[in-house]
C-alpha cells in the first residue's frame, strides 16, 4: 500500500461514493475515464455503464489502469496481489453498498463480468502492449492469469469481503494523512487505533485456517500496517505509541491458546488436560490405569498360590 493507491481509490469515492446518501464531487457519467470502461450503446461509440454492476465493473478496470498498469515499473509479484485484493475488497463493499445480491461471492461476479473481458485478458498501456512488462514484473502475461491462479480468494463471499472495506479504508486515511514536514501524530494515532479496532472484530473470527482467503486478507492488511510503521521511522516520525497487531487467531492457534489457558488455570497434571481435551488421550490411559490394576491383581494371586 501507498499514497498514490490510496489517492486513486480516494478519487473514486468522489466520483462514485461508498457511502449511501452521499453527494459526489463529479458524476460517474462526467469522468471520460472511468466511462471509457463502459459498454458500447447500439454498436456506436457512446458509452454507458446501465446498471450499478456495470459501473463497478468499468470503475474496476479504472482502478487496474491507474494502480497497476499505470505503475508498472515499479510493480512486483507481492504488490501486484496486494493492489487487486484491495479492488476485491472495493467491489464487495459496492455490491453490498448498492444493494446487488445476485452475486455470492467474487467468482460469479468475475463469470459474467472479467473473464471474457479483453481489458483483463489483455494488458495495454496507452494502447501499447504491455503484457512482457507485466510478465517480467509478476509471473502472469495478463489479470485474468493472476486471477484464476488464485482461485480461493474468488470463493469468499461478498459479504464476507466486503467486511475488511472499513480497516482497509482506515489504513488509507493514514497513508493519505500523512505528512512527514507537519506531522501530526496524535491524528495518525487516532485514526491507527480506529484501524486496530476495526481488524480485531474481524479477527476474532474462530475458523480461520492459514491456507483460507480470509487468512490472505488479513495477512495482507497487517503487512501494510507495520510497513506504514516503518515508513514513519524511516522519515523521523515517531510511531511507538501506535498499538500493535496481534496474531492472526487460526484454528492451531485457538487449540494452543487453549490449552495454555487450562494449564495455567486449573494446575491440573498433563494428564488431567489431555483427558479433558481428546477423548481418545483419555481412553488411552483409561485402558493403560486398567492394566496397571490388573497386572497387580494377577501378582498378588501368584504371591498367593
Same mark, same amino acid.
Not at 100 to 123: L, S, W
Given at each position: ?57 468499468a470503475a474496476c ?84 492469469e493472476f486471477i ?19 480497516? #482497509?479504508? =482506515? /489504513?488509507?486515511? @493514514?497513508? $493519505?494523512?500523512? *505528512?512527514?514536514? &507537519? ?58 505509541? #501506535?498499538? =500493535? /497487531?496481534?496474531? @492472526?487467531? $487460526?484454528?492451531? *492457534?485457538?487449540? &494452543? ?20 481435551t481428546s477423548p ?26
Amino acid at each position: 500500500m501507498d499514497n498514490h493507491l490510496c489517492r486513486r481509490f480516494g478519487h473514486l469515492r468522489s466520483i462514485y461514493p461508498d457511502e449511501l446518501n452521499a453527494s459526489p464531487y463529479s458524476t460517474f457519467d462526467n469522468n471520460r475515464g472511468i466511462k471509457s470502461y463502459c459498454h458500447n450503446v447500439d454498436s456506436g461509440n457512446s458509452k454507458e455503464c446501465k446498471t450499478e454492476p456495470d459501473k463497478i465493473n468499468a470503475a474496476c478496470l479504472w482502478l487496474v489502469e491507474q494502480i497497476i498498469i499505470n505503475k508498472i515499473d515499479n510493480l512486483s509479484n507481492e504488490k501486484f496481489k496486494m493492489i487487486i485484493i484491495y479492488i476485491m475488497i472495493w467491489l464487495s463493499h459496492m455490491l453490498e453498498l448498492k444493494n446487488v445480491t445476485e452475486f455470492k461471492n467474487i467468482n460469479a461476479f468475475y463469470t459474467k463480468y472479467t473473464k471474457n473481458n479483453i481489458h483483463y485478458t489483455n494488458c495495454k498501456e496507452n494502447n501499447d502492449d504491455c503484457s512482457s512488462s507485466l510478465k517480467n514484473k509478476t509471473g502472469y502475461n495478463n489479470f485474468k492469469e493472476f486471477i484464476e491462479a488464485n482461485e480461493c480468494l474468488m470463493n469468499i463471499g461478498i459479504k464476507d469481503m466486503s467486511n475488511f472495506y472499513a480497516p #482497509f479504508k =482506515s /489504513l488509507c486515511n @493514514i497513508y $493519505t494523512e500523512f *505528512n512527514a514536514n &507537519k506531522p501530526d501524530c496524535e491524528k495518525y494515532l487516532k485514526i491507527a487505533k480506529e484501524f486496530v479496532a476495526k481488524y480485531n472484530e474481524l479477527n476474532n473470527v474462530s475458523d480461520i485456517g492459514e491456507d483460507s482467503p480470509y487468512y490472505q486478507v488479513l495477512f495482507t492488511l497487517s503487512t501494510d500496517y507495520d510497513n506504514y510503521k516503518n515508513y514513519c521511522t524511516s522519515k523521523g516520525v515517531d510511531c511507538n505509541d #501506535f498499538p =500493535s /497487531l496481534p496474531m @492472526i487467531k $487460526t484454528k492451531k *492457534n485457538s487449540v &494452543k491458546s487453549s490449552e495454555r489457558t487450562s494449564v495455567q488455570d486449573s494446575g491440573q497434571t498433563l494428564v488431567q488436560i489431555s483427558e479433558a481435551t481428546s477423548p481418545r488421550i483419555s481412553y488411552k490411559y483409561s485402558l493403560f490405569g486398567f492394566r496397571k490394576r490388573f497386572q497387580k491383581q494377577h501378582l498378588r494371586k501368584k504371591l498367593k498360590k
